[in-house]
Each structure stands twice: as structure tokens, then as C-alpha cells.
């Protein structure tokens, strides 16, 4: 019988298979039907740092004022269901006595402002570990890379001091060096970064002639980005990781261990499957192909495939490059 313990951010769980951040993870008894149907752990859906500044009525008012239209139509989407910063702390500590697994806090931050104490009451109501979800468009053309950056590590090291639990990163795929500042980040001392998070997807409504940001679930085609940075990073980092965007079957998970890393996440097959069944398919699946390949452990083939396969320096995928475009057309 396949042995799919495992840990992440220091966390022991019980298989490599956590849900990450939706609604889904925002109320009680959601995240108790998701602890029963065989998740090893879950992200709560994130509060967002103007939350936390002020209260819901006030940022509302504030909607047209300097954050990026992007933000503020993320914000917009979800406003009349998120939860004030009092009611997330609720909930979570009403989590924390109603289920036994892991329960990792999450935060959309930008800034180290005036919000970061809260990540101490977060720890209080019970949180085991803490996401810092760094969901952000920059759109300041006179910001430079450099400055970005700067200011979400000053934003990890600041969270650092506060709490004790430990913290990790859901990062985007759209650095100029991802790899150089996955590297900032964890020698700053973060436990984890999950790969990747997902922007909103722009749209034009054709006969309103207007823009719009859709919330679309993922396919299993979202999966290739992670796999490629998580190869890439696993032996560059000493934190865990997590994919996150595209595991909707079992393969999908084993793709994402092979490649090192400590779990995948599940959210968009949740909804397009309506039904939290997919966790347990997803485990059977995994421990049925750990028993055909002879694995009795997670760590038996986790990582197996390194960035060696994947790029062996720059070499090996740039030739591979060279040769699929020169042989299309
Ligand atoms: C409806 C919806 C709401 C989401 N809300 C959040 C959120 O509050 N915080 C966050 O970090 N990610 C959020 N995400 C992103 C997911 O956690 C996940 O990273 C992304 O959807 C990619 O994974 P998937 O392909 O399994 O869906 C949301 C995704 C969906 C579909």
C-alpha cells in the first residue's frame, strides 16, 4: 500500500494533494466536506491588505482611487461576499476547532503598510501557516523592476518578523528573473512559494465594446508553466513548493512531484467538476501508479525528473527550442 505522507512548510500531511485559495476554502463547512474527502490541507481563500487598512464601507469608497484598475476590479468582483478582518479571524479560529488538518491563512498583499500586525492575529486564530499571496499588476510606468521587487521582499521580511508560523509566497510568473527573485525570497527565509498564481483574464465584451476581467477555471494545458519553473527551481530554492494552476487529474500531481515538488494544489477542477470527489480520484490515481511503478514512498520519486531533463544548463533547451521551431512549417 503506497505510503503518500509527506510535508510541506514543515507541516506533516497526509498526501500531497492540498487545496489552495477560492471561495471554497472561506467557510466552515466547505472546508470541512474538503478535510472529509481526503485533502491534506487548505489554503482559506485570501483577505486582502486594503481590508485589513480599513473597513469594507471605507474601501469601497475608495475604489476609484489610486490602486490599479486591475486590483480594484479584483476587488470589485468579490467585495459583497469577502469577509472584514475580524470576520476572517472568526472563521478561521471557527475552522480551527472544527477540523484537524492544516489550515494556511492568506493575505493579497503589496505592501509592508500599515496591515502587517494582522499576520499575528492570523497566527493567534489558529492559522498553521500563512500565504502571502502577492496577486498585483504593476501599472506605475515610472516603478522600474527593481523597485517592484524591492518592495514585495521588504513586504516577506517585514511578515517574517511578525509571525512564527511559518510563511510562504503564491507568486506569478511574470518577473523579468523569476529564478532571481524566487532566490530573494527564500533567503529571506520563506518555507514555500506556490507556482503560480493566476491574474485575471482580460476580456472585451464586443457589443458593449467593453473591457471586462473574467474569472475562468484552468484546463489541464495550464499546467506546462509550472512544471518548467518548478523544475527549474527545486534544486535553486531550500523551500518547499507548490504547482499550483492545472492539476485536474491524478497525472497532473504525479507531473508536478516528479518535477520536486512537495504538493499540488487543487482549485479550478473543484468547480468545473462540482464536486469534491475529484480529491479522492486524484489520490487513488496517485497511489495506484505508486503501486504499479514499485514506489512505496512519496520521496521515492519526488524530483526524479531535475532541471537536468528539462534544460541542462541552457544548452539543452535552447537546441530543443532551435530544433521544434526549425521543424514546424
Ligand atoms: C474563483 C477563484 C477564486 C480565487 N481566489 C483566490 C484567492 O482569493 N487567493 C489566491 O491566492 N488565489 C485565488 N485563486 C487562484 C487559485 O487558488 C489557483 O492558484 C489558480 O486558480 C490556479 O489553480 P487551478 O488551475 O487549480 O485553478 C482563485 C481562483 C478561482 C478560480
Redesign the pocket.
Known sequence: MADLNTTFLGLALKNPLVV????VSSDPDSVAKLEAAGAAAV?L??IFEEQIREDVAAMEASLDGDTSAAAMDYLRAGLAERFGPQSYLDTLADMRRRVKFPLIA?V?CVAADKWVSYARKIEMAGADAL?L?L?HMPVDPAEDASHVEGRRLALIKAVLRETRIPVSV?LSPHYTSLLAFARAADALGVKGM?L???FLQTDVDVEKESMFLA?E??TPA?LHSQLRWAAVLRNRVKCDIAV?????TWDGLVKALLVGANVG?????L?VRNDFCVIGEILAGLADWMGRKGYQSVSDFRGKLGEKDLTDGDGFERVQYVKTAASIG
Open positions: 489552495s485559495s477560492s471561495p489554503v481563500r485570501s492568506s493579497n500565504e499571496n496577486y503564491k506556490a503560480f498564481n493566476r474569472t477555471y484552468s495550464a499550483s494552476g492545472g492539476i485536474h494544489y487543487v482549485c479550478s477542477a468547480y
